[in-house]
């Protein structure tokens, strides 16, 4: 915060906690301005701060709402950033040394954050509920008289006729949907509709197939599989147990509600232009489809798509991506790490140590943080919570971030039962932790918790073993794209870390290695060159050569799917000497020269093998020593020596076309005979 001039007022919440104003001032480099009740009996200081429209940090989260009221009242326009450091440090049995951590919220609130863009959905209120009893219909009643209701009952659909047809009633059973809130398609089976005469029960006409519908909601009452993978994560569709009518009663005040224009945050930016998911149709890099829980992302030719409507944000695809063609945009990566830098600086320059960092949401990891505060000792002063929009989002750049400027240890704070996968977040770990290990921070560093107990958590950081950190903490400030702000975290780490080397091998699927070949199986097509989506593979346009550089190598597998002759291998490594060494030749060859110009223009092996498969061996080539010369010419010569020689290809077997003066004049010629013997 030194190049701000920042206000920071913090409140002790009523003497419930401890305040270190030095240790404030050392880690923000700032005076902090301290209070009791800022709230209620001392509003009027912050009124007269806030009139300042100077840049202001607020240490109370609780009482936000009335800040930016009073706030409002003084004609304020710069925006208040507020950090909680009630719960998240001073409200905890080790209250009075948390003073380095509330200057590390402090800081880590001050540091801006790019506004988000946002994606719009609509809702008329067209609802399909599905269903296979008189739930279905129960539930339908219910929302009648708010929405634009239809029934489909799965085979066989027995159920009493109602008395009144306030809603369409129909039979079938549901082969797939797709699309989201506002624009659901969905594809039924088996579909029929009821005959009016029915009586004791529906009697339904005959029934079809591959029948189509669109509507605005869908609400699962089938008790079956989800109709899309990820359910909780698709807007618009809810499922409820038929047999608990609890859970389908919240289920039906829900979907009441989704009615209008609704927006949800773009969560990931995407630029296909860096995707490295297919060319020529050879497929590579899967990653993103890999771990999408939501199936937003979809292939698109040579890159992939991806459904700004259908993704719920879990980031996993952002973090996964090895090119940084996805990128989480809640916020972006570097904004994300500076935020984690201020954090962790301000900590150190207040005279923290060992510092923990924990990664949680605000949905699930804010409110067992606050439980523990409340009701617990609350968090050790040395362990930091950081809040992001979704745990899974934080990537490797992130986690070599954290180490390099300080932090001994981090962890994940998970649901017990998390509502998607975290699949990308374990891959993430395992990446992480031979590169820890291999740079001598040791095992363990990093890991996840995975509970919804507050006594769980008060337990975990002291399960942590005793660590020292980074020996040379970093103080880098990251900018850029996210693949150049992994790779400069990473370089930042190399030089903060106890024992560095050079090299460390990492698992499959890592994002960084080299590429191996066998020479002696290697013609030099240049086929992987062509492939390779980031210029990692190249040739030299001055003679036969294949050249790898290793930066540049995400590992997406291009190259070893194209190679015809099948002698390419993957070899995931982090080389922390690559950004700056040159390209490596994997295979160089003579040239051959033209016999005609002795311009080079191929391969000297390859020239040479195919001359002596062809020689003496193919019939277009047998004693005719001239057409073997023109396979030695490069381009402009062997086209100059085919027209000079007349080559013709086919000339052993093809007779020379007839025309029809051919045969006007051998019927002539036959005339002309027939007349000489009369």
Not at 187 to 202: I, W
Not at 222 to 229: C, R
Not at 461 to 472: D, T, V
């Amino acid at each position: 915060m030194a190049e701000f001039s920042r206000h920071l007022l913090i409140c002790s919440c009523d003497d419930t906690m401890p305040v270190d104003a030095d240790a404030i001032r050392r880690g923000c480099r700032g005076e902090p301005v301290t209070a009791t009740q800022l709230c209620r009996a001392e509003l009027d200081r912050f009124r007269t701060i806030a009139a300042k429209d100077t840049p202001l940090t607020v240490g109370c989260t609780q009482e936000a709402a009335l800040f930016r009221e009073a706030a409002a009242e003084t004609g304020r326009a710069t925006p208040i950033q507020y950090a909680n450091i009630r719960e998240s440090a001073g409200w905890s049995s080790e209250a009075a040394q948390t003073g380095p951590k509330m200057a590390a919220l402090l800081a880590a609130a001050a540091e801006p954050a790019p506004s988000a863009s946002f994606v719009e959905l609509a809702s008329s209120g067209v609802i399909l509920i599905c269903g296979r009893n008189d739930a279905a219909v129960e539930a339908g009643n219910l929302l009648k008289d708010h929405l634009d209701v239809t029934v489909l009952i799965e085979p066989p659909a027995a159920l009493v006729p109602p008395r009144i047809n306030d809603f369409p009633v129909a039979k079938g059973k549901v082969r797939n949907a797709r699309g989201h809130l506002g624009a659901f398609e969905v594809t039924v089976d088996d579909f029929a509709q009821p005959a009016p005469s029915s009586r004791g029960t529906l009697v339904f006409g005959p029934s079809r197939n591959d029948a189509r519908s669109s509507c605005d909601i869908i609400l699962d009452l089938t008790g079956g599989p989800a109709f899309f993978p990820g359910s909780d994560l698709r807007d618009g569709y809810l499922r409820a147990d038929p047999g608990n009518p609890a859970a389908m009663l919240r289920a039906v005040f829900k979907v009441r509600d989704l009615v209008g224009r609704f927006e949800k945050p773009h969560y990931v930016a995407f630029d296909a232009k860096r995707c490295a998911h297919s060319r020529s149709q050879v497929t590579g890099c899967t990653r993103c489809l890999d771990l999408c829980p939501a199936g937003a992302i979809t292939p698109a030719g040579d890159h992939v798509a991806i459904d700004a409507q259908i993704c719920a944000g879990c980031g996993q695809c952002a973090a996964a991506c090895p090119t940084g063609a996805v990128s989480y945009a809640l916020p972006p990566e570097d904004a994300l790490m500076r935020k984690l830098r201020a954090m962790l600086i301000a900590y150190r320059e207040a005279g923290g140590e060992r510092a923990i960092v924990l990664l949680h949401d605000d949905s699930h990891g804010a409110p067992l943080i606050d439980a523990l505060a409340r009701f617990g000792d609350g968090l050790p002063a040395h362990v930091l919570p950081f809040a992001v929009n979704e745990t899974t989002q934080v990537g490797l750049e992130a986690v070599a971030a954290a180490f390099a400027y300080g932090a001994v240890a981090m962890r994940f704070l998970l649901r017990a039962r998390p509502r998607h996968g975290i699949t990308g977040l374990i891959r993430t770990i395992a990446l992480a932790d031979p590169i820890l290990t291999g740079l001598g921070f040791g095992a363990g560093r990093i890991a996840t918790i995975e509970t919804d107990d507050p006594e769980t958590l008060a337990a975990a950081p002291g399960a942590i073993p005793f660590m020292l950190p980074a020996p040379r903490p970093a103080s880098f400030r990251p900018t850029g794209r996210k693949r150049d702000v992994l790779r400069f975290a990473l370089t930042e780490l190399h030089r903060a870390a106890p024992a560095p080397v050079d090299i460390i091998a990492l698992p499959q699927g890592a994002p960084f290695g080299a590429v191996e070949i066998d020479v002696g199986g290697c013609t030099l097509c240049l086929s992987c060159v062509s492939a390779c989506p980031t210029g990692a593979l190249r040739d030299d346009p001055e003679r036969p050569m294949l050249r790898f550089v290793e930066d540049a190598c995400v590992q997406c597998g291009l190259c070893q799917a194209t190679c015809p002759e099948h002698v390419m291998t993957l070899k995931p490594r982090i080389d922390f000497g690559a950004a700056r060494a040159a390209a490596r030749v994997l295979k160089e060859e003579e040239p051959f020269c033209c016999i005609r110009c002795g311009k080079p223009f191929g391969v000297k092996s390859t020239i040479e093998r195919v001359v002596a498969q062809l020689e003496g061996k193919h019939w277009m080539y047998a004693g005719r020593s001239r057409r073997l010369d023109v396979i030695k010419m490069c381009d402009d010569c062997r086209v100059a020596a085919a027209t000079e020689q007349g080559f013709d290809p086919y000339a052993v077997q093809r007779q020379p076309a007839r025309t029809t003066d051919d045969y006007l004049r051998e019927r002539e010629a036959q005339k002309q005979g027939g007349r000489d013997k009369s």
